[in-house]
């Protein structure tokens, strides 16, 4: 079974602009949760989607969003972009919320200059 | 509130001698524990969780865990290292029986000296 996908592994954007990142759960998980993971900071719950709907918010400003497709395919897109934002960006999936384990993917580096 | 302490960010062990990775945990309910590696460049990579059914966990790569409760602790051990076992490693808590919302420690960077 494929595991999760995120793209692209990659990104470079300056201050202002907005991106959009994807995430391709595995096959049958219907529970996606993101993560910003940074140096100074760690690794910080972003915010958690099932069937189509956001479960839980962590403590970031609005410019971060989300959604999640009814093939349970997710993304997330943040807006008006600042350096503080450069971050790697993991996106983990579960076959419920209500199951303990999350399997990550490889992450999405951005780059802000 | 839920919240995971690492207690060494960086740990050194010659190959083939025994690793600890330690770890204190807060919960104010019964906690489901894990243990993640991460490896430069690459994704979360789960080694064990602890899901109350037993104490001692077992994980891959000959890693496991012992769940203390009166200690609060979850530590990480090997009894041999392995140069492919340098990473950073995550102590991990989240709800009993949730994925929801996982609570990272701040990591342990373990490197394997020749």
């Known amino acids: 079974k494929a595991g999760v996908t995120q793209t692209p592994r990659y990104l470079i954007k300056t201050r202002g602009q907005q991106v959009t990142l994807s995430c391709s759960p595995i096959?049958?998980?219907?529970?996606v949760s993101w993560y910003q993971q940074t140096p100074g900071q760690g690794l910080q719950f972003l915010f958690e989607?099932?069937?189509?709907?956001?479960?839980n918010k962590g403590n970031f400003p609005g410019r971060f969003s989300g959604r999640q497709f009814s093939n349970s395919r997710s993304e997330m897109n943040v807006s008006t972009l600042e350096l503080g934002d450069s971050a790697l960006y993991l996106c983990?999936?579960?076959?419920?919320?209500?199951?303990?384990?999350?399997?990550f993917g490889p992450g999405t580096r951005l780059t802000v200059l | 509130a839920q919240s995971v302490t690492q207690l060494d960010s960086h740990v050194s062990v010659s190959e083939g001698t025994p690793v600890l990775l330690r770890c204190n945990y807060s919960?104010?309910?019964?906690?489901?524990l894990f243990w993640y590696v991460q490896h430069p460049n690459k994704g979360l990579q789960l080694l064990l969780k602890?899901?109350?059914?037993?104490?001692l966990v077992k994980g891959i790569n000959g890693f496991e865990a012992e769940f203390k409760k009166s200690e609060t602790s979850f530590h990480l051990t090997k009894p041999s290292a392995h140069m492919s076992d340098a990473a950073e490693y995550f102590c991990?808590?989240?709800?009993?029986?949730?994925?929801?919302?996982?609570?990272f420690g701040s990591g342990t960077q373990l490197t394997v000296l020749p």
């Open positions: 602890y899901t109350s059914a037993a104490t």
């Open positions: 096959s049958g998980h219907r529970s």
């Open positions: 983990a999936s579960s076959p419920a919320v209500t199951t303990d384990t999350q399997y």
């Open positions: 991990v808590v989240s709800p009993a029986g949730s994925a929801r919302q996982l609570t």
């Open positions: 989607y099932f069937s189509e709907t956001q479960r």
């Open positions: 919960s104010s309910y019964s906690p489901s």
